[in-house]
């Protein structure tokens, strides 16, 4: 890849497969500049050091799990269908819940998150601050179970239930616990 070609879109692919095949550990500017052909200093263009790389990836991924949701008629299907892409997202990847957990992202990152997350809430009909209360408690639980399914002691808890099941199952009873009592 010549350095022209460098974006940041294609760092984050970049560092997404280093991340999948290698693991967070592992994860390092010199070798996503390897995998792009480029010398690690053209990256500091882009990605200053490790921890703005790993935002980027976190941003990355959500960015594409955003992209995955289909136009919703009723803020409970919008919030499932968030709630699942976002768990085949972070299943998807290797150390999904340690990236996450440990990503700090720029206060105008999150915003925007925010905002991508929050509008088609709105759009449904909900108040900004419940829709804003209802996606952060669906990525919470979201990120929560993949970090159990991904953790040291995935084996034990996918040998006493499936996870997949229980994921999906708590999904539902937050969405249901979340719809107001008429």
Request: proline share 5%; hydrophobic share 50%.
């Amino acid at each position: 890849m010549t350095e022209r070609k460098l974006t940041r879109a294609a760092i984050a692919a970049a560092a997404l497969h280093v991340l999948n095949e290698q693991g967070l550990d592992q994860l390092s500017l010199r070798k996503v500049a390897a995998r792009l052909d480029v010398k690690a200093p053209s990256l500091y263009w882009h990605v200053a050091d490790k921890n703005m790389l790993l935002a980027l990836l976190a941003e990355s991924i959500f960015a594409d799990c955003l992209s995955k949701i289909p136009a919703c008629a009723d803020w409970r299907d919008w919030l499932r269908a968030f709630g699942k892409a976002l768990w085949q997202a972070q299943n998807a990847t290797r150390d999904a819940g340690r990236l996450i957990l440990g990503a700090g992202q720029p206060v105008e990152v999150l915003k925007a998150m925010q905002d991508a997350t929050s509008a088609p809430l709105i759009a449904l009909g909900l108040e900004p601050e419940r829709a804003m209360m209802m996606q952060a408690s669906v990525q919470a639980l979201v990120t929560g179970w993949t970090t159990f399914a991904q953790g040291p002691n995935a084996a034990y808890l996918q040998s006493q239930l499936p996870i997949d099941t229980a994921f999906a199952e708590g999904l539902d009873a937050l969405i249901h616990g979340l719809d107001p009592v008429p």
